[in-house]
């Protein structure tokens, strides 16, 4: 792989403010990749025990990707805003021309018993992590398909789209839910050239990974902590976002051109084990 595999390319990410996605933004355009970058950048869910990310977030976002010397476009967008998701890639195809790489990243995460939680709590969860993206993959297969280039479309799911945890089954619901859309996604977008995988992190290091509300739940059950064993590989850290972008780096690039409907852990073994 070149330095740059992906010079001339343009990425649209999704939940780009911090974390895995200000992360996936850095090392796309560290690849020669120009971005384009959405976040909410403001409350999402209520339920969340994590704060939101800011404007200043994703200001930071474009600092970092403008440091790689990379164009890139930011706007503070929900996901769940589908006709604002439409105009901003309207507007990357009137910017840049071309959209070649699609990183559905945005996600909420929080706690409860499946019974127990609100019908709001169920609601927002599935509103983000699953309606949200399916208004992302709206937005910009048409412009992929029109492009005639192919391309590779990333969704995050995770650990929890493929092995069920207690505690957050709305969670798990929303990341098993991606698992079936972007497989048959995959399938669909086949004949033109495009792409179409999940990855699957656990443990990440970064503000919704880092919820202490998690806590409460773990000591007012104890038998809920067998369900989150350790990874095969040494677990004294929680993984670094820029390790899950060395895959999102992958899949973006010609070097997985053989891969698509796939599941990637990036979980040190955990789904193993």
Known sequence: M?????????AFVTGAARGQGRSH????????????AIDACAPVAAANGYEPATPADLAETVNLVEGEGRKIYA??????????????????????????????NAGVLNWGRLWEISQQQWQ??????????????????????????GGSIIATSSAAGIKAVPGCGHYCATKF?????????????GEFGIRVNSIHPYGTDTP??????M???????????????????????????DQISDIVVWLASDASSLVT?????????????
């Open 124 to 149: 927002d969860t599935l509103d983000i992590n699953l309606t949200g993206m399916w208004n992302t993959i709206r937005a910009v297969v048409p412009a992929m398909i029109e492009a005639g280039d």
């Open 261 to 273: 409907a796939a599941q990637i852990p990036a979980d040190k073994g955990y789904l193993k084990i």
């Open 75 to 104: 706007k503070e967008i929900d996901v769940r805003d589908a006709e604002g998701q439409q105009r901003v890639v309207a507007e990357t195809i009137e910017q840049f021309g071309r959209l070649d790489i699609v990183v559905a």
């Open 2 to 10: 070149t330095d740059q595999p992906l010079a001339g390319k343009v």
């Open 25 to 36: 933004c850095v090392r796309l355009a560290r690849a020669g990749a120009d971005i384009v």
């Open 208 to 213: 919704m990974g880092m919820d202490v509300s």
């Open 177 to 189: 839910g991606v698992v079936g859309m972007i497989n048959s996604l995959a399938v669909e977008l």
């Open 215 to 241: 806590y409460q739940v773990l000591q007012d059950h104890p038998q809920y902590i067998h369900s989150f064993s350790p990874g095969a590989l040494p677990t004294d850290s929680l993984i670094k976002p």
